[in-house]
């Protein structure tokens, strides 16, 4: 979240340290940074594995360079209610309950998020990923009862998927306005907004929809596969496969899902450019990553600030491709406030390759001054156009700013 808008919301902000409750005059919300349990740890996650996280993402500085929410995904629930239909967990698992982890991820100075699915059976039913395939880990028949338990349990984010409401059929903007209705009606009980993370995959187009009821919705499928390496076939994938730039802007983005920077067989180059892209979408910047084991390199790109400030600019605006002089060979510019931009030359190819930025594509005219982000490095006053060389399957991410 940018200093502004922290500044606003610490006006109205309630006792417990969150976002004023959202209305007309309420703070958009940034593109959520934090780390979601599912990429490294799937459905084989309890209180030890989140506390361990919590605990990692402030002793390795992600909390300082603005890393917020810890998510609990997938497998943190069996199914199983009580006679009055209330979730319940195993207490080996989370003892003293779901709150209990909440109560110490806000201890932190962090945010909690949950998850749960649109439909009757969670994807943990239809994909077992670590535990048995249990039936009944949707919230279907139990959104207002479920989406007030989150909030009580202290929860400030929920992302909800689509497994069950997918095998059902449903209507995805019927049942995801259903789910906002019911934490609208949560939040207005227990005073603590909870963001909404829609996960139905780019099904049934969300970004038609969606800018109307949650802070993010997915644009594609997973990222990386249970068991699976990261490739940056996915990550360019789900990239291309967010590009919904008028759906996007302040508090509402396209996601192309969370992060596999740092994740076992990406290079220190795939990590940073990885990061670039998602910058200059202005995505949610969730890290999936072990971050109690992370390297050195690995933590400083995820908490480059300069990366950060160009995802969290507050135009929200998604970043798109501006010139493609030869294939594969692209060039991306986002608009930041001040006027300026954010601009990636990305290189699809086999080989390192000559990539030119013409300042009027991005929109500006005169002499600009360019920066190289990732080498913190003033490339000096340019006008008409530049150039800037790039590996292979490799990028550069730039500033340019009116002179
Ligand atoms: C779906 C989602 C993933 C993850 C898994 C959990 O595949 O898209 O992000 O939540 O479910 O099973």
Redesign the pocket.
Known sequence: MGATVLAAVSLVAPAWGGPASAGPSAPAEAPPMGWAS?NSF??QINYGVIKAQADAMVSSGMRDAGYRYVNI???WWQGTRDAAGNITVDAKDWPGGMKAIADYIHGKGLKAGI?TDAGKN???YY?P?GRPAAPGSGSEGHYDQDFLQFSRWGFDFV?V???GGDVEGLNARNAYQAISDAIGRATAKTGRPLTLSI?D?GKQDPWNWAPGMSTMW?TS??IIYWGQSPSMDRVLGNFDAAQHPTAQSAGHYNDP??LVVGMPGFTPAQNRSHLSLWAVSGAPLLAGNNLATMTADTKAALTNREVIAIDQDSLGRQGTRVAEDQPGRQVYSKVLTGNRRAVVALNRTDAAATITVRVADLGLSGRVSVRDIWKAADLGAKTTSFTVTVPAHDSVLLTVTPA
Do not use: I, P, V
């Open positions: 599912w799937a459905a995904d997938e497998g998850y969670g994807c943990g994909y990923t992302k998927d689509w497994c996960c995959w997915r499928q997973d899902d969370m």
